[in-house]
């Protein structure tokens, strides 16, 4: 059972419109969530992140919001660029078991049409 | 500086055949992770370790896989005999601190076993 969810496995933008990328979570314990951005033939890299205490972080064209009480973030990309076309990955973090480690969501590949 | 390097890049082998795949970690990083990626499930974690000890196996598939990391600077992931749903892109990574610390991915190594 999945318990990242990343319901839309692709995503088509114009250039300089918002590109919204969408997660679901299942664990209330999950208490830190991340993006991760992957070309082809490349290995993920990081994008940004989100402490479960904030409901908005913000860094240059990429905004993730939270939401706990939906167990649901997202990540607003404006204006979105055609660099930006790529599989965006959603992880989240949960410290309360045995061990901290990262569940990543199935990804949504994002193209960004000139 | 170096990123994380995976070895090889590519793999095509039949069934029943051992596959090693190889990684070095980012020198300095205490923290190794061995990923899989397909499209149903996205990027799973298979195993990964603290100061070359493994914490948490509990997403190895089964006994056919096998992990070792035997010094600071070299992991391998081992699957003996291969099978047909082996079939996938497996990531290393590495970090400095635990999750959700920042970890970095290699290149992958894409596998195809006939």
């Known amino acids: 059972d999945q318990q990242v969810k990343q319901n839309s496995p692709s995503l088509s933008v114009q250039e300089g419109r918002i590109s919204i990328l969408n997660c679901d979570y299942t664990n209330s314990m999950f208490d830190y969530f991340l993006w991760y951005k992957k070309y082809p033939a490349e290995g993920p890299t990081f994008l940004i992140s989100i402490s479960s205490i904030k409901d908005k972080n913000e860094d240059g064209r990429f905004t993730v919001f939270l939401n706990k009480s939906a167990k649901h973030l997202s990540l607003h990309i404006v204006p979105s660029q055609p660099g930006d076309s790529a599989v965006y990955f959603c992880a989240a973090n949960g410290s309360g078991g045995a061990t901290n480690k990262l569940i990543f969501g199935t990804g949504t590949l994002l193209a960004v049409q000139p | 500086d170096a990123g994380v390097i995976q070895s090889p890049r590519h793999e095509v082998t039949e069934m029943g055949q051992e596959v090693t795949l190889r990684c070095k970690p980012i020198s300095g990083h205490d923290y190794l992770f061995w990923y899989r990626q397909t499209m149903m499930r996205g990027l799973e974690l298979l195993i990964y370790f603290n100061n070359n000890v493994p914490i948490d196996d509990s997403g190895m598939p089964e006994d056919r896989f096998s992990a070792k990391m035997p010094n600071a600077s070299f992991s391998t992931l081992k699957i003996q005999p291969s099978e047909p749903r082996d079939s996938a892109v497996y990531f290393c990574?590495?970090?400095?601190?635990?999750?959700?610390?920042?970890?970095?991915f290699g290149p992958g190594t894409r596998l195809l076993v006939l």
């Open positions: 990574a590495s970090s400095f601190g635990q999750p959700p610390e920042t970890q970095y």
